[in-house]
């Protein structure tokens, strides 16, 4: 059996097409969801890919996260479904309280595009085990909203627990708290970052690099092994 | 200018003498006589908003139209060729069942007044006219041109026009691969904003703008109509700016990238369904535009009933409704069993559609408001019959004056040391400087189609998956070399272009233009205007690849100051396995460095002349397009046979330019030594056209070099890939780390 991969499309997503087309690369099935679709198609993880939902005109993702397709979404991962959200997924899973913290526009005031290095701080989160810890990778940034900020309280309990997922390393492109890049809840199935792991797939496409496709065979031996 | 009674038809014929604001929407006395002699009777005050939009020099081409009608006359024959100039794109045939749709068009004017809107509606509008063509949008590109870098304006425009560029396209999902950055003082008041874009659709789905079919259904779909951009064709784009005018603020159009998205992905849904007879993006001219075009190149009229377009501002007249470019919307023509069906797709999508018409057996087009005709007129004489003026034009009088004063006169540099300060003077200028800071801000990796993108020669994108079949596009200009002679600079920057698409391994195909000039009311600048024309024209007919659209803007000038003729050129090529491309960066250490073709003593016009010596002045390099088309045919098969792994175009800036550019990207350096005959400072500064540098594995050295000379392409072997300095043997050495600061830190330090 292979695993089936919900990709949801709010108006607005821009990267769907692409992580189906990741999902495929690692040998699972991309299901495309709607933005109205009351249920998640019996799907075994979702993507909430990046975009400027709804336009984004208000904070990014604070209106997808209150979309049809959010309420099973919300209920069934905190039952433990993993769910990844990329960029503007990143920010709908903070604006859904599915992880902590806030992203705030980038510090230098710019849309920033280029191929970012990162630290893996945990390998053991349902996206992130087929890379090891301490692992530096290459991934493409694009974002406008990229700073992610939290209180120090937060930001204290997820180092301490090991929820720091990534870090960028030699420079910071938006002024994001500790070089946080993406983080993970307690049960480590839900992990948002901003980077774009569905453009490091293919070795000839965007940076020429596949840093990112481990994503994707990470759940995917998770869910085939399960 | 509503008034009571409504202005209808009938109005009109009962009230010969009421005098209508003709010369305040544009038009000049002998136009309005002749709207008067078309119709017989005074025109309403909808038909005079129409008329004064559509025969705008924006939109009806009236000074240019004698000159690019060479295009057409001498097209050159090419099988890919699928629609040519006429319609909202033209579209080239790539192979395997595919088809790609491409096209530049200029935003300049509105650029200037608000950068940020008008650069985000230029990238808006473009995308729209691929969309109608049934096209997937896959990319932009952006050929920029701004005032002198350190201007305290330019910090005012060019940040505004990148972030609108980037707000706007970015928000799309559209790849950003491509494109220019220049700086020159000619273009203070009057930057280019020049947008390019690439679509992609199967054969069977070309979609034309053309209204067929009586009793089929107009549906305007997208956004509300408002009151931006009334006019922005006819007075903002077709004037010349001069600071007595009140503000033209409120004829720049306001965009709404969230609403294009929609569109792109609901016309798309409506196209592969088929549901679509024909279609017509609303641009400049809004909805004069799309009713007159569709029904005029239909085989039958249109009937519209104004009073059923969706407004923003419900105190709108008629006027303003049809002159509105008010931006995100279409007009589809759609049978009457498949409407339901098309607005069940627009409401999938939350985007408001309307039927405001259908088309009639008559040749008329009908326009209705509050119950009566406020518009009965031939559409051809709105939208194909506008004046046509045979400007004079006249090669100007400082012509000769500025060839004669000769930059390969101007000092040279004495000393090695002196040649080395000059090199690091050139590639830390603003032209010559890496435009990182700016494409940046441009989402290149959207799609996941991206094989290229800048710095690159040319952006390539990936159009099939299984195949590996890709398209390239450049774009290409230099001001400053048509300035010295615009048949020849029209023809070195389709030459640039070919050879950047070449460069990268791809075949050039086909040509989309932008031609940027001043007045055409100045007889030296329609000589310009002429001479580039017939140069890109002789061009594209010698290099065999047509001419399939593009646009021309006029009026770019402050005063009597007009910029540089600047005709910019995209050509568009095709690579059937993306796999073969071939990247600027040196790959590695211990590749041979190649100089192909011929380098002679030519500094005119050249980046040395200006970044040195502030001067413009002499011939620009010569062309010989013979050369051009075989350096590409050696170029694309050392690509497809792996004897190449980099390859870099010489243009602006000569051969060090490129070898510090090919340097930088790889992280590896070069030892170049100086080969017979020629001078280090000839070598490394000299602007011949034709030429390109390549590094060649050892292992292929013989057989690029039987290849080079079975053909005839002089092929001099002028150094290696080599740590991590740039070395020219018996000169200087500069260490890639001098020259990244010198390259990188320039545009940052000016405008971040």
């Given at each position: ?226 | ?418 040649l080395r300060d000059q090199v690091l003077k050139l590639v830390a200028s603003p032209n010559q400087a890496s435009k990182k800071w700016i494409t940046s801000q441009y989402d290149h990796f959207v799609q996941g189609n991206t094989v290229l993108a800048q710095p690159e020669d040319s952006g390539m994108i990936r159009v099939d998956e299984e195949s590996g079949l890709g398209v390239a596009i450049a774009t290409d200009g230099n001001g400053r070399y048509a300035k010295l002679d615009p048949y020849t600079g029209a023809q ?261």
């Amino acid at each position: 059996m292979t695993a089936r991969i919900g990709v949801v499309t709010f108006p607005g997503s821009l990267d769907d097409r692409d992580t189906q087309r990741a999902i495929r690369i690692a040998g699972a099935e991309p299901v495309a969801l709607w933005h109205k679709d009351k249920d998640l198609k019996q799907v075994d993880a979702v993507v909430l890919c990046g975009g400027f939902s709804y336009g984004d005109y208000l904070r990014a993702g604070a209106i997808a996260r209150f979309s049809p397709v959010m309420e099973p979404l919300i209920d069934q991962a905190r039952a433990g479904l993993p769910v990844l959200g990329i960029c503007n997924g990143f920010q709908i899973l903070t604006e859904a309280h599915l992880l902590p913290g806030a992203m705030l526009g980038n510090d230098h005031l710019h849309f920033i595009c280029r191929d970012q290095k990162l630290r893996v701080e945990n390998a053991e989160t349902s996206w992130t085990t087929d890379y090891s810890a301490g692992q530096e990778i290459h991934i493409p940034l694009k974002n406008m909203d990229g700073r992610y900020v939290a209180d120090d309280y937060t930001l204290d309990q997820l180092e301490a627990e090991g929820r720091v997922a990534f870090r960028y390393v030699d420079f910071n492109p938006n002024g994001s708290l500790r070089d946080i890049a993406g983080i993970t809840n307690e049960a480590g199935n839900v992990v948002g970052l901003m980077p774009h792991p569905e453009h490091a797939v293919e070795s000839l496409i965007g940076t020429g690099r596949t840093d990112g496709l481990p994503f994707f065979t990470s759940i995917l031996k998770k869910l085939v092994t399960a | 200018m509503s008034r009571t009674p409504l202005d209808t038809v009938e109005h009109a014929a009962a009230t010969p003498d009421v005098e209508l604001p003709w010369a305040e929407l544009g038009l000049k006395k002998d136009e309005y006589e002749r709207v008067v002699e078309i119709l017989g009777r005074r025109p309403t005050g909808a038909e005079l908003a129409m008329y004064s939009v559509m025969w705008s020099e924006h939109c009806s081409y009236k000074s240019s139209k004698v000159h690019l009608r060479q295009f057409g006359e001498k097209a050159p024959q090419s099988d890919a060729l699928l629609v040519g100039i006429g319609e909202n794109a033209g579209v080239v045939d790539v192979g395997q069942g595919y088809a790609v749709t491409f096209k530049v068009e200029s935003h300049n004017h509105p650029s200037y007044v608000e950068p940020y809107q008008g650069a985000a509606t230029g990238v808006g509008g473009i995308v729209r006219d691929i969309i109608a063509m049934g096209a997937r949008p896959v990319a932009v590109v952006d050929p920029l041109r701004f005032g002198a870098a350190d201007h305290p304006d330019t910090k005012r425009v060019l940040p505004g026009v990148v972030a609108g560029i980037g707000g706007y396209g970015n928000c799309l999902g559209l790849p950003n691969i491509g494109g220019e950055v220049v700086f020159d003082a000619c273009y203070q008041g009057n930057p280019l904003v020049n947008a390019g874009a690439i679509g992609v659709m199967r054969h069977e789905d070309i979609h034309l703008a053309k209204a067929s079919g009586a009793g089929n259904k107009v549906i305007l779909y997208g956004a509300r109509t408002g009151g931006d951009g009334i006019g922005g064709a006819s007075i903002l784009a077709s004037e010349t700016f001069d600071d007595a005018k009140p503000s033209k603020r409120p004829a720049v159009q306001v965009g709404d990238p969230f609403q294009e998205k929609l569109l792109i992905e609901c016309t798309l849904e409506a196209f592969a369904e088929k549901l679509v007879v024909g279609i017509q993006d609303l641009g400049a001219a809004g909805l004069s535009c799309a009713t007159s075009e569709l029904a005029s190149n239909g085989s039958g009229g249109m009937r519209v009933t104004l009073d059923d377009v969706p407004l923003r501002d419900s105190t709108l007249s008629p006027e303003e409704i049809l002159m509105s470019e008010s931006q995100e919307r279409m007009c589809a023509v759609v049978e009457p069993d498949k409407v339901e069906r098309f607005l069940e797709i627009c409401d999938k999508w939350d985007v408001i559609a309307t039927v405001i018409g259908e088309v009639t057996d008559g040749d008329r087009l009908e326009i209705f408001w509050h119950g009566g005709k406020i518009v009965d007129v031939d559409p051809r004489t709105v939208a194909h019959d506008g004046p046509v003026y045979e400007r004079p034009y006249a090669r100007p009088d400082w012509q000769d004056a500025l060839q004669a004063d000769d930059a390969g006169k101007l000092p040279r540099p004495a000393t090695s040391e002196e040649l080395r300060d000059q090199v690091l003077k050139l590639v830390a200028s603003p032209n010559q400087a890496s435009k990182k800071w700016i494409t940046s801000q441009y989402d290149h990796f959207v799609q996941g189609n991206t094989v290229l993108a800048q710095p690159e020669d040319s952006g390539m994108i990936r159009v099939d998956e299984e195949s590996g079949l890709g398209v390239a596009i450049a774009t290409d200009g230099n001001g400053r070399y048509a300035k010295l002679d615009p048949y020849t600079g029209a023809q070195l920057a389709l030459a640039e272009a070919y050879r950047n698409v070449a460069t990268t391994g791809a075949k050039p195909l086909a040509v989309s233009d932008c031609l940027n000039f001043g007045s055409p009311e100045d007889p030296a600048v329609m000589w310009q205007f002429a001479e580039a024309v017939r140069g890109l024209a002789d061009g594209c007919l010698q290099l065999g690849t047509p001419v399939t659209g593009g646009n021309v803007s006029l009026y770019n000038q402050t005063g009597e100051a007009a910029i540089h003729p600047t005709p910019v050129v995209a050509v568009l090529g095709v690579i059937d396995d993306v796999a073969r491309r071939t990247p600027v960066a040196f790959q590695e250490e211990g590749q041979l460095i190649y100089l192909l073709g011929d380098t002679r003593e030519e500094f005119g016009g050249s980046a040395w002349s200006q970044v040195v010596h502030d001067h413009l002045g002499g011939l620009p390099p010569r062309v010989d397009l013979e050369r051009e088309r075989l350096l590409a045919e050696i170029l694309i098969s050392a690509s497809r046979d792996g004897m190449i792994d980099s390859a870099h175009d010489l243009s602006d800036g000569g051969l060090v330019q490129a070898v510090v550019e090919s340097a930088l990207l790889g992280g590896k350096g070069a030892r170049l030594i100086v080969p017979d005959g020629l001078d280090a400072f000839t070598l490394l500064f000299s602007e011949s056209a034709g030429r390109a540098i390549v590094a060649v594995p050892r292992s292929e050295e013989v057989r690029f070099n039987d290849m080079c000379g079975a053909r005839g392409l002089p092929a001099t072997r002028i150094g290696v890939v080599d740590g991590d300095t740039v070395e020219i043997q018996g000169e200087f050495t500069l260490t890639l780390a001098e020259l990244r600061e010198a390259h990188e830190n320039t545009i940052p330090s000016l405008l971040a």
